[in-house]
């Protein structure tokens, strides 16, 4: 199965969804959903693309994406993405 930027893949035993954000290489860069509530637990995790293609089922269905709340895990992205510059500009 070949992986695509910014798709949705059902992960082992059908738990969760991860969605794939970035292909770098040999890394994936995914942010997580659960499956039951839609509700976002990860956001910029990483694993291997070999890994990610071991451990996915399929694509998640319309329906199943349909389910997942990708506004909250934007605003989570952004909220830690705001939290690293300000960090940064506190060292300088």
Do not use: H, P
């Amino acid at each position: 199965m070949s992986i695509t930027i910014g798709k949705f893949y059902v992960w082992t035993k059908g738990v969760f969804v991860r969605q794939v954000m970035s292909i770098n290489g040999n890394d994936i860069i995914y942010r997580d959903f659960s499956l039951e509530d839609g509700e976002s637990f990860s956001v910029g995790s990483v694993c291997s693309l070999n890994y990610f293609k071991k451990n996915i089922v399929r694509e998640a269905t319309q329906e199943e994406i349909q389910k997942l709340d990708t506004e909250q895990a934007s605003i989570k992205l952004t909220n830690i993405t705001n939290n690293i510059f300000m960090l940064f500009d506190k060292q300088l």
